[in-house]
């Protein structure tokens, strides 16, 4: 390969896709460590759901193709198109990659809301590491016992979303992470300074 600009930015491309791939394979695996919101039957269905789907595939196709299917999480019904971002942005490499994605009902309709915020401002930059830290903060807001109705997670995603509107930007996955600690102090959640949050 050449060792001119496209040529670089073709290796930063497949170093990108590499690192997404085993970002999945990591997440499927980690399934057994805590019992995600959604059944595994249910995600199976989305998979099977998935095959006439052409990978890889944008939010925009699989929301096509699947938006109206549904899946049940702690005795809620929820859409497909209310998890998945409705964009040519977002890119999904396999079937895996969607059960990922939709695997946390709470956290996919957070991600898609701040995704679907940036859909029209051309320049806005969400790389795949901002995007992983943005979903740990809201797993890690998902995981405070005493906020049962996740509470937290709607108030850091509406934060994130009126920054966009305001300045254009995303802020840094680092700010995101100092609102949600923020977030858990005022409201009295205990959190650990070995645990994301406890910066």
Not at 41 to 55: G, H, I, N, P, Q
Not at 68 to 83: F, H, K, M, P, V
Not at 90 to 119: G, L, N, Q, W, Y
């Amino acid at each position: 390969m050449a060792d001119d600009k496209r040529g670089r930015e073709k290796q930063a491309r497949d170093a990108e896709r590499r690192r997404q791939e085993r970002d999945i394979a990591t997440e499927l695996d980690r399934g057994e460590e805590s019992e995600p919101p959604v059944e595994a039957a249910a995600l199976d269905d989305v998979e099977a759901a998935l095959e006439s789907v052409r990978f890889p595939a944008s939010g925009a196709d699989v929301v096509a193709a699947i938006g109206d299917r549904t899946i049940e999480s702690d005795g809620e019904r929820y859409a497909i198109e209310a998890l998945v971002p409705e964009t040519d942005r977002e890119a999904f490499d396999s079937p895996a990659a969607v059960r990922v994605t939709v695997r946390r009902p709470t956290v996919a309709s957070a991600m898609k809301r701040i995704v679907e915020s940036i859909e029209t401002r051309q320049d806005a930059e969400f790389s795949w590491s901002q995007r992983k830290a943005y979903e740990t903060t809201f797993r890690a807001l998902g995981s405070i016992d005493a906020d049962d109705d996740d509470e937290g997670i709607a108030v850091i995603r509406d934060w994130v979303v009126d920054r966009v509107r305001e300045t254009g930007d995303l802020p840094s996955s680092r700010a995101v992470r100092r609102e949600a600690a923020e977030f858990c102090r005022t409201n009295g959640y205990q959190i650990r300074a070995d645990e994301w949050l406890g910066i």
